[in-house]
Nanobody, 114 residues
Framework: QVQLVESGGGLVQPGGSLRLTCAVS??????MSWHRQAPGKQRELVAS???????NYADSVKGRFTISRDSAKNIMYLQMNNLQPEDTAVYYC??????????WGQGTQVTVSS
């Protein structure tokens, strides 16, 4: 059974930091990514990473967020620095297999507010 479990969300003040974790069991994915969905908005890609390391970021988070993965532990991270109120959203991790199958985690809430 494939499972993706996010953790690390919470409430943080503007300018603060959080690190999200996505623990994966049951499969190794060729591409892993973080997405977020704010109230009333569509889900959007935040960052992605392949098994060999190339990364991609949304323009809105470049220079503030860093995606990484520990292949030995099958865990993906999202280090988020200088968080702003517009980063408030539910953050989801997604795994895409080499065959194109996609799996989502349940999401973790990130709230940036003073």
């Amino acid at each position: 059974q494939v499972q993706l479990v996010e953790s690390g969300g919470g409430l943080v003040q503007p300018g603060g930091s959080l690190r999200l974790t996505c623990a994966v069991s049951g499969r190794i994915f060729g591409i892993m990514s973080w997405h977020r969905q704010a109230p009333g908005k569509q889900r959007e890609l935040v960052a992605s990473i392949t098994t060999i390391g190339p990364t991609n970021y949304a323009d809105s988070v470049k220079g503030r967020f860093t995606i990484s993965r520990d292949s030995a532990k099958n865990i993906m991270y999202l280090q988020m620095n200088n968080l702003q109120p517009e980063d408030t959203a539910v953050y989801y991790c997604k795994g895409t297999s080499y065959s194109g199958s996609m799996y989502w985690g349940q999401g973790t809430q990130v709230t940036v507010s003073s």
